[in-house]
């Protein structure tokens, strides 16, 4: 069964740390990626990791958030440091899906709460 779970989230105050993990099962990452969806807005990129460890962010996490994997286990971290209220949100893993070296779409995980407190 293809899965990406995610682990980690909860609730932390202003300036304090989370780490979020991500677990694949069924499959094997190539890149992945944490996306991030506050109330009433769009889902957001935040970082994303190939599978040779190519690394982007985006601007509002730069020098903040660090995402990293581990290729044997086939996982991923992004380890949230200096969070701010702005940071509050459901934290997505995102992986692509491929076929016959195509990708022909994404495999999402279930998401996991962050929510900063002031």
């Known amino acids: 069964q293809v899965q990406l779970v995610e682990s980690g989230g909860g609730l932390v105050q202003a300036g304090g740390s989370l780490r979020l993990s991500c677990a694949a099962s069924g499959f094997v990452m190539n890149t992945m990626a944490w996306y991030r969806q506050a109330p009433g807005k769009q889902r957001e990129f935040v970082a994303k990791i190939s599978s040779g460890g190519w690394i982007n962010y985006a601007d509002s996490v730069k020098g903040r958030f660090t995402i990293s994997r581990d290729n044997a286990r086939n996982t991923g971290v992004l380890q949230m440091n200096r969070i701010q209220p702005e940071d509050t949100a459901v934290y997505y893993c995102?992986?692509?899906?491929?076929?016959?070296?195509?990708?022909?779409?994404?495999?999402w995980g279930q998401g996991t709460q962050v929510t900063v407190s002031s």
């Open positions: 995102n992986a692509p899906r491929i076929s016959s070296g195509l990708v022909v779409g994404d495999y």
